[in-house]
């Protein structure tokens, strides 16, 4: 098992560029899927889960090949419609293909997923907007068997809750079905407009991608596209926050400014300053970290979950006392216990957690308990003072891609090990 030996309290500086976006690669090579003939993804970052995507398009029938940082897939006779069991327990978001299994091949059997480290991971709301397309769900020992006895057609969905998710698994549903698809109260995040984007290139008919109403038009055939992976914007805010807990300045290349919304004032707020382009930001945390009195996370626009942890890590060492509510996820603190180890001062009140600055912050040996608390305690680390030894980092090898390669050439001292 690989670990990080992360000797902190030097400053960053210099350029970063930012990688393709995690969570609009993993729907989009599940979008290929759809297609007619070849389709490539550049920009596509090199991840744990991005090779287990690659490895269901491949137990499908699909032929996905990665080189580099692009993705070669050609689906044109998709065989076996089972996502095998071992992948889907890897990865809890291969609950994506059910979607594009359905619009391509009109079955899929999958595994039931349990809960994960974020709590229980629930698809309700997909299965129930997937019935209304006219898909047929039988579970039998954990295994959940879906038909289309009579074809996908289009239907009126309005979700309780704008679940990423389930939003991508109707679009990929309902851009081949027979009829008009209105999604209300759809997510609005910036991936569900990448991912809306290769589809029309594609040559599906979709309005309103990245509002709360989504129009989809099903066409009867679809054709592979060339697409390049949107710059990852948890990715970016790690960035930051890593230039921010220690006192760094850091210019971001590749970024996607107006995915950012809820980062950059954040981070401003807690001091910093960012100067910024459409896909460029030159940030300075050389000012003392202020606290953010009262922050929750919520669906795009607002503060995203996924940097919650992150963002935690910088305000441990604020000049005064944060509050962080955590409002999508059950079980989203796991990283909490970590950071104390690591000379934090936080207490959890249910779905808060109030975090008292302290002074200095110095090095432990700790484990990532998930991706983006493994990032944290990344983030800690670099601005602690003394060794951490970070181990479990398989966690953050899911979403980031050769971390310590890219610190390293910003003055990190950081090794695999
Ligand atoms: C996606 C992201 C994840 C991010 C999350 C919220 C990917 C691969 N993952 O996850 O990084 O943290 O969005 O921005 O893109 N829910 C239900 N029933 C459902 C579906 C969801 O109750 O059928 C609940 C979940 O338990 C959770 C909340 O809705 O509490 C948000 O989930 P959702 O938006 O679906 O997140 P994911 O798509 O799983």
Redesign the pocket.
Known sequence: MQTFVIQGGRRLEGDMTVQGA??SA??ILAATLLCQGESTLTNCPKLSDVYAACRILGSIGARCVMQGHSVTVRADAPSRAVIPEDLMQEM??S??FLGAMLGRMGQCSLGFPGGCE??????????QALRRMGVRITEENGILTCTVPKGLHGARIHLQ??????T?NILLAAVLAAGDTVITNA?R?P?ITDLADFLTKCGAKIEGAGTGTIRIRGVKQLTGCEHRIMPDR?VTATWLACAAATGGELRLLHTDDASLTGILDVFEEMGGSCSRSQDSICFSGRKPIQPLRYIKTM??PGF???AQAIVMAVLCKANGTSVMEET???NRFRHVDALVRMGADIRIAGRAAVIRGVRQMHGAVVSATDLRGGAAMLTAALGAEGETVLTEISHIDRGYDSPELALQAVGARIERK
Request: charged fraction near 25%; charge should be negative; proline fraction near 16%.
């Open positions: 995690k969570n993993l729907p809890r978001s609950i994506i974020l709590g229980p991971r629930p698809i309700d709301l997909h299965l809750f704008p679940s990423v998710g389930a991508e997510a995040e991936e948890i669906p795009f995203p979950t996924d999508i996820f059950e």
